[in-house]
């Protein structure tokens, strides 16, 4: 049985932040309902690669949900809002600050209508604190959450990493607390707000950032390969420094094109092995023994030779090659695989993690898969809905609606397109 079977979520979320949340969620079995309005979620359009049909950004992200579509800016459609808050565990969204309090619902009022749900927000910046009213995407979020400025080299501009740490991160935290009020809620029948802001969630994932900036009140950052000082302030970009207690650097690989680097941790417990395989390769023999490199700290202070060394070695190996040789030692390290690479790989297709499915309007594609494994409840992967498809199954399914109550509803044009604000 699905974990989260018998849970239905009423999901008002759109663009990543929160489907990727939902998503997830649906996956572990839960019902998720995606209440759009009735334009659909933007990302439907948005970077469309098929005319005419739901774009990868939105199918990559809602799959195994339910979509109907509602106009919240009627009164009807207000009502039917209100059916569902009383059918559902959880409600969530990642709209703009104060959408839903335009819309008539406040968090106090969505608990008076059904004490036990829970409801989830999303913001870029959470609901208290001058940043409270900006909206927020990804990069803003990589931003102002301490990931851009630690990200790159010391004297080039601050990056953005294509992991969607901002929005898929914060995702990811509002599944953890959704399910930990979920938890309270089924034992102490109140529901309660979870809030995640996405500067949060990143500062979350930069959390040793933290650590390294209270370290340089007190010293330089030995295992950083970038110059670092006592009262520097700043954690400084130190561009593929390792970030641990262990020294690591991308070493490029044959024939040296884009992305032919292998990521190679020099874990203290392997660099004698390591030494000994390369050295005499690179023509310093003795390495292994070489006082320069003897302990973890004489490494620290000696890296850049280090890592000339390694990458000397390498250029006569591909990134597999080199990976080979590296196992063979048990060093620890990852070729860095392309979209290509991973959309190909073996392990990849063997774990589940690029699934083909098939779409009425786009025929077949991929998604990424599941990564939360449960031993006893398999995702099954299905396809996202079409735009306002679960309509009528909702209302009369979900809500106990007749055919002669749906007549009326749509009549008044509780599922019709807002009008255009004047
Ligand atoms: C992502 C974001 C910047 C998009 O901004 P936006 O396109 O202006 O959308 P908003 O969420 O602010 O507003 C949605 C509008 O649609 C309306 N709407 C939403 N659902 C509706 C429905 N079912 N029926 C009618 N109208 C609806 C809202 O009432 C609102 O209208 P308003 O501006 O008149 O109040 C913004 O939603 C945001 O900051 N979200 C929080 C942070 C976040 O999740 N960002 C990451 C996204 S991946």
Redesign the pocket.
């Known amino acids: 049985m699905e974990a989260l079977k018998g849970v239905r979520i009423l999901d ?1 979320t ?5 489907p990727t949340c939902s998503q997830l969620l649906a996956w572990m079995g839960a019902d998720v309902i995606k ?4 334009q659909g979620d ?1 990302t439907r359009g948005q970077l469309r690669d098929v005319p005419g049909a739901d774009s990868l950004y939105f199918t990559m992200l809602n799959c195994n949900k339910r979509s109907i ?5 009627s009164a009807e ?1 207000k009502a039917v809002f209100v059916d569902l808050l009383r059918k559902c565990d959880i409600m969530m969204e ?6 839903l309090d ?2 008539g619902f406040t968090w106090e009022k969505i608990h008076e209508i059904n004490p036990k749900l829970v409801m989830g927000s ?3 910046f959470g609901s208290s604190g001058p940043y409270a009213e ?5 990069n803003v979020a990589q931003a102002m959450g301490g990931a851009m400025s630690t990200t790159g080299v010391p004297d080039g501009p601050p990056f953005v990493t294509g992991a969607q740490i ?2 898929s991160g ?1 995702g990811l935290h509002l599944a953890i607390g959704l399910l930990a009020a979920l938890h309270q809620a089924n034992r102490t029948g109140q529901g309660q707000y979870v809030e995640v802001a ?1 500067m949060d969630g990143v500062m979350n994932l930069c959390r040793v950032k933290f650590r390294d900036h209270q370290r340089l009140t007190r010293g330089p950052l030995p295992e950083y390969s970038v110059p670092t000082y006592a009262g520097m302030h700043e954690v400084p970009r130190a561009g593929n420094d390792s970030g641990g207690g262990q020294l690591g650097n991308a070493i490029h690989c044959k024939p040296h094109g884009a992305n032919d680097w292998i990521y190679v941790v020099v874990q203290e417990a392997v660099w004698t092995a390591l030494a000994k395989r390369i050295g005499p390769d690179v023509e310093f023999p003795g390495l292994d023994t070489d006082p320069q490199f003897a302990t973890i700290g004489e490494r620290r202070k000696n890296q850049q030779l280090m890592w000339t060394l390694i990458n000397k070695f390498a250029e006569r190996y591909t990134k597999r090659e080199f990976m080979a040789i590296l196992n063979e030692l048990d060093v620890p390290c990852g070729p860095i695989m392309s979209t290509q690479d991973l959309a190909t790989d073996e392990h990849v297709r063997g774990r589940d993690m690029y699934v083909e499915l098939d779409h009425p309007q786009r025929g077949k594609w991929y998604n990424v898969g599941m990564p939360i494994k449960l031993s006893a409840s398999p995702a099954k992967i299905e396809r996202s809905p079409l735009l306002g498809e679960h309509t009528d199954e909702v209302l009369t399914q979900v809500l106990g609606y007749d055919a002669a109550k749906v007549s009326t509803l749509k009549a008044a044009g509780a599922f019709a397109a ?1 009008p255009k ?1 004047g």
């Open positions: 008002m759109h663009v990543q932040a929160g209440f759009e309005p009735p933007a579509t509602v106009n919240m800016k459609g990642n709209f703009g600050p104060g959408v335009r819309l999303i913001k870029g900006f909206k927020a995407y990804e901002g929005d914060t996405m807002p604000k």
